[in-house]
């Protein structure tokens, strides 16, 4: 019966999910799901019986790791350490068969835990979209300024912060109107010069007006709040460890850096500043720095910490 009430409720707590189960009377203990869609985040559960400083989680594919990420501290309870990991799967990756590699480091017991889940295929949408003379010569310009600011997006979104618990919860739409394109969507740029590039889509465009009041996902903290050349005026927010959301193309920023928000602030206004082709919002959320379907974090709660502390172990 405990191990039953256990998965039960880790598919509540873990969007949904089913899992393998590793018998927690013998710990540690591992709970990995057999399969993850391709643009969702890989949700693992682990219980220690003694403090660990460090669990990494890599994903590999024939012998060679394709993405990693840390688990982090969830609490203790009943003298047993809980530690949850998320891990982006990328939405262009190959559905199919990889491993699951889960290494604990710094506690007195080893942990070394290994096994196979398939990702499995989702299908999305193609569009086209052409591009007038100055929205060309900015896609494609050399800027120095644009590949700094690539660099420092990158060290933003891979940073961990273990004790970044702002929000677990089911996310707030930013704002309301159409979604104009999806996630996952496999774009087509048509340049001015009858060139092309193909790219893919790694949020959720909301067209609304210019002005629009554009609202925080979730509680968190601000980690960028500034112009950038291709995606304009630019909000991020930190809501877990290594779980943030974008706002791109504002016309008006609200917030400042490491200002603390709440879920439904407003944080700036909608616009059509950087590469835009008309007024919108572009919404993106980065788990482990791989962008993954915002969607799932309107129904879903992102994890369950009072359920976890409060039951999951419960005797």
């Known amino acids: 019966m405990k191990s039953l009430k256990i998965i039960l409720l880790l598919n509540i707590i873990l969007i949904g999910c089913v899992y393998t189960y590793a018998d927690s009377s013998t710990l540690p203990a591992v709970l990995v799901p057999p399969s993850v869609r391709r643009g969702y985040p890989l949700k693992t559960l682990i219980l220690m019986s003694d403090s660990v400083s460090n669990i990494l989680i890599e994903l590999l594919h ?3 790791v394709l993405f990693k990420t840390h688990a982090f501290p969830a609490g203790t309870t009943k003298n047993k350490h809980i530690w949850i990991g998320l891990l ?3 939405s262009y990756l190959e559905p199919g068969a990889y491993s699951i590699r889960i290494i604990g480091e710094g506690g007195a017991r080893e942990l070394r835990y290994r096994r196979t889940v398939n990702v499995i295929n989702v299908r999305y949408n193609h569009e086209k979209i052409s591009l007038n003379t100055s929205l060309t010569e900015l896609r494609n310009r050399k800027d120095p300024l644009v590949k700094e600011q690539t660099k420092e997006l990158i060290k933003i979104l891979f940073n961990f912060d273990k004790n970044a618990l702002f929000n677990t919860g089911v996310f ?3 704002v309301e109107g159409r979604m104009s394109a999806r996630f996952g969507d496999r774009r ?5 010069d009858n060139r092309t590039a193909h790219s893919i889509h790694n949020g959720i465009d909301f067209a609304v007006p210019v002005g629009t009041p554009v609202h ?3 509680d968190g903290r601000v980690v960028f709040a500034d112009n950038r050349v291709i995606t304009g005026k630019s909000v991020i927010i930190e809501h877990l460890p290594e779980v943030y959301s974008i ?3 504002l016309s008006k920023i609200d917030v400042r850096k490491d200002e603390l928000v709440k879920r439904g602030k407003i944080i700036g206004e909608s616009g059509v500043s950087g590469l835009a082709t008309g007024p919108h919002l572009h919404w993106e959320v980065r788990v482990s720095g791989v962008a993954v379907d915002p969607e799932i974090f309107l129904k879903n709660k992102i994890i369950d910490k009072s359920l976890i502390l409060s039951n999951i172990l419960e005797q």
């Open 188 to 192: 087509l740029y048509s340049y001015a």
């Open 216 to 218: 925080a996902c979730g």
């Open 172 to 174: 707030f739409k930013p």
């Open 88 to 90: 982006g799967i990328p």
């Open 62 to 64: 024939g012998g060679s």
């Open 247 to 249: 706002y791109y193309h």
